[in-house]
Structure formats: structure tokens, C-alpha cells
């Protein structure tokens, strides 16, 4: 009998609906809580800008450290002490932000939830991995990423709407409800090894009673002009440090909507731009299935460019902004590119590794955003100081641009480099 094509695996199981669902309402909690910070501390503590941006670049770094740790020891038989023990803090912090009377307190929060968040945000989308086939990893964290995203897209609007109508007591209780709420799913959601990993085994069992084996496609030839699987570099990490250094580029243009772009509205007289987020978000969420399936036909050649592209016309565009379509439309471009890279570059990252290492390559491609914010928040602030927001944008849109250079001389050099190989294969 044929084997059945691994692109034919089923994406959809319960497992993976819960895990997304997870992180759904990790990044909820989240995305309502970051961008009413600004205007929270502003008005109760008088803060400067470098201030608030503290408040989201401690939480970052500590995020980092978690992640490195967590990365390190996360195996599938430790996963829900990790996740329970994540969540806790992420819970108490959260709850923590309401007692604090002044901002070193609530500094001091922002450094525990980062722990908190580090450890649960780097083992959801590593259990995720680990049930999506390996054919079907770009769509699998396409649609995983989707989570994220469309907390990006409600949450912030959501998030301001508590602050201005009930207070920032009532916005951190139902930030602390979501939270809570991920517990019971965790007594159903049963950590197993990789598709990848138990595929192999399995295939190991048939050759010991004598089965004759179809062999597996990680030794098929790749037709993709750039290399997307796993190989030498992967194995010992390598690989990932590219494709990390180029997510950390992007976090850091992000770092700065996040942080100013409710100041920025202020500054420019445009009220509601909690919107900006909301049409972000729409984009993202129309562009990552499409963007994830184009990764695993043609490779990140294929989506990384054009994405670099977009996201330098929407950062343009923000920082042109003096009314409400023209900041819509600056979160259209910016989401498409957005929700182009993220996907396909977290796809790449767990592609370059073996899956006992995904949990190392997940942290790190969740401390590349997170470190890129808090870079973001810091850099930029103080361009924004000294300048204006406008100015702090147009920079912004700078990093992209860095990031399409960079991408394509490593493409070039790559190229260069597999057709000197050949070369000399050749020649002996």
C-alpha cells in the first residue's frame, strides 16, 4: 500500500485547536495590557517617554532570560509543571500591576511577568510544533501564529476601552480571567513527542520485523532554490541565528507601534488609533494562511522580500499620518508584511533544527521579538525625545530596509557558496 503524502496530514486535531486557543488567551492578556501602559503611566505616575519605555523593555528583557532557560530544559515530560508554574507568575504579576503605588513597583511587576510570559509563550508554540506534520510547518504555525494575531487585532481596542471607561483596576482583573481561564484546558492537553520523531520510530519497529520502508522524504533533494529543512548548521544552531537576526529587525519597528503610536495619535491630533491595531491584525490574519502554504512550496525566498516591502511602505506611511485612512491604510501595509515574515521566519527557524531541539529554536525566535521590542522601545524613545514621532517612524522604517540587504547578500553568499561546492565536486 502507498503511504498516505505527508502534505495530506491532518493539521486539525484537537491537541493543536487547544494549544492555539492557549495562546490565544496567553497574547490576549498581553496585547490588552501593552499598549495602555503609555497612557496609564503618563497620567499616574507623570512619566517621561524613556520612563514608559521601561515599562515595556524590562518586561522584554526578562522575557529573553526566561526563554534561554526554558528552552534549555523543556522537554515533553516537564511541559505542564513549566506551563503551570509560568502561568502562576504570569497571574500573580498581573494582578501585582493594581498594588502598585509607584513606578518602581510596577517595574518590578513588569520584570515577573516577563519571567512568567517567557516560560509559557516559549512552550505553547513548541508543543504546537510538535503535533503539526513536518510537510505542513509553515501552514501549521501560520495558523498557529493566527492566535497571536488576532489578539493584536482585538485586544488593544479592547484594552484602551477598559482603561478609559472603567479604570486600570477592572483592565488588569479580566487580564488576570484570561489567564485563568488556560488552566483546565491544560488537565486535556496530553504532551507528546514530535510527528517526526515518533515517524522515525515507528519506521525503526517495521525494519526490526522486516516491513519494507518507502524512505522519508528528509532525504529526498530539495528543489527549492534556497535550503529551507534541517542540515549541518541546523543540527548545531547555526542556521537559526539568520533568520533571528532578522525577526529581531523586525520586533524592533514593532516596538515602537506599540510603545508610541497612542502618543504619536496625540501628537498628530488622531483620536482612536487603537484602530491601527484592529486593521493591523485583519491583514495579518488574511495573509498568514496564504503566506505559510507559499513557504512550504517555494521556500522563505518566496515570502521574505515582499514582506520587507510592504512593512517599509506601511512604517512610511505611519509616519506621514495626519488622519484616520491614512493610518488605516499604513496598518494594512504593515500587517500584510507583518503577517508574511513572523510565520515564515518561526517556520524556517524550527525547520533548521531537529526536533529535540525545537524548544531552543522557539526561544530564541521568541527572544528575537521580544528583545527587538524592548530594543524598539528604548532606541526609538529616545530618537522620539529628541525629534519627533514622525521622524522616529521614517527611522523605523529604516530597519526593514537593513533587513531586505542583509537577507539577500546571505541568499547571494549562500549561492555563491553551494555553486563553488559543486564546483569542486566536480573537479574530483
Avoid at 519605555?53 to 516537564?78: C, D, E, H, M, Y
Avoid at 491614512?326 to 524556517?348: D, K, N, R, V
Wanted: overall charge positive; charged content about 10%.
Amino acid at each position: 500500500m502507498e503511504e498516505k503524502p505527508e502534505t495530506n496530514e491532518k493539521l486539525w486535531t484537537g491537541k493543536f485547536v487547544l494549544l492555539t486557543l492557549c495562546n490565544l488567551l496567553l497574547f490576549l492578556n498581553l496585547q490588552m495590557l501593552t499598549p495602555s501602559f503609555p497612557a496609564y503611566v503618563k497620567e499616574q505616575f507623570g512619566a517621561s517617554d524613556f520612563t514608559v519605555s521601561l515599562v515595556i523593555s524590562l518586561f522584554a528583557f526578562a522575557a529573553v532570560v526566561a526563554r534561554i532557560f526554558t528552552g534549555k530544559v523543556l522537554q515533553p515530560k516537564n511541559s505542564k509543571t513549566i506551563l503551570l508554574l509560568g502561568l502562576s507568575i504570569v497571574i500573580l504579576a498581573t494582578a501585582g500591576y493594581v498594588w502598585a503605588g509607584t513606578i518602581a513597583f510596577l517595574l518590578v511587576m513588569r520584570i515577573v511577568f516577563g519571567v512568567g510570559f517567557g516560560m509559557t509563550s516559549t512552550t505553547f508554540p513548541t508543543l504546537a510544533s510538535n503535533v503539526i506534520p513536518p510537510k505542513r510547518m509553515g501552514e501549521g504555525m501560520g495558523y498557529f501564529g493566527l492566535s497571536s494575531s488576532l489578539a493584536m487585532s482585538i485586544a488593544p481596542v479592547i484594552g484602551l476601552w477598559i482603561l478609559g471607561q472603567f479604570g486600570f483596576v477592572a483592565l488588569s482583573a479580566s487580564a488576570v480571567v484570561l489567564v485563568i481561564a488556560i488552566i483546565p484546558m491544560l488537565r486535556i492537553i496530553q504532551p507528546a513527542a514530535p510527528l517526526h520523531a515518533m515517524r522515525e520510530s515507528k519506521e525503526g519497529q517495521a525494519n526490526q520485523t522486516g516491513t519494507p520502508q518507502i524512505p522519508s522524504s528528509k532525504h529526498q533533494i530539495s528543489k527549492q532554490p534556497f535550503p529551507t529543512g534541517s542540515g549541518t548548521s541546523g543540527a548545531s544552531g547555526r542556521g537559526i541565528l539568520l533568520p533571528a537576526f532578522l525577526n529581531l529587525l523586525l520586533s524592533i519597528t514593532y516596538g515602537g507601534l506599540i510603545s508610541f503610536l497612542a502618543l504619536f495619535g496625540k501628537e498628530v491630533h488622531i483620536d482612536n488609533v487603537g484602530w491601527f491595531f484592529l486593521c493591523n491584525a485583519f491583514a495579518m490574519v488574511l495573509i498568514r494562511p496564504v503566506s505559510g502554504k507559499i513557504f512550504d512550496k517555494k521556500g522563505h525566498w518566496a515570502v521574505l522580500p515582499p514582506g520587507a516591502l510592504l512593512t517599509v511602505i506601511g512604517l512610511v506611511l505611519v509616519s506621514q499620518a495626519s488622519s484616520v485612512p491614512t493610518l488605516l491604510t499604513a496598518a494594512l501595509f504593515y500587517g500584510l508584511g507583518y503577517g508574511i515574515i513572523q510565520p515564515s521566519i518561526q517556520a524556517w527557524m524550527i525547520k533548521q533544527v531537529s526536533p529535540a531541539k525545537r524548544g531552543m529554536a522557539n526561544g530564541l525566535f521568541l527572544n528575537s521579538i521580544d528583545l527587538g521590542i524592548a530594543l524598539g522601545a528604548m532606541l526609538l524613545g529616545a530618537v522620539a525625545s529628541a525629534s519627533s514621532y514622525g521622524v522616529m517612524y521614517r527611522l523605523s522604517a529604516g530597519c526593514m530596509v537593513l533587513f531586505l540587504v542583509v537577507y539577500l547578500l546571505s541568499q547571494l553568499l549562500e549561492r555563491r557558496a553551494k555553486a563553488a561546492a559543486s564546483r569542486e565536486e566536480i573537479g574530483v
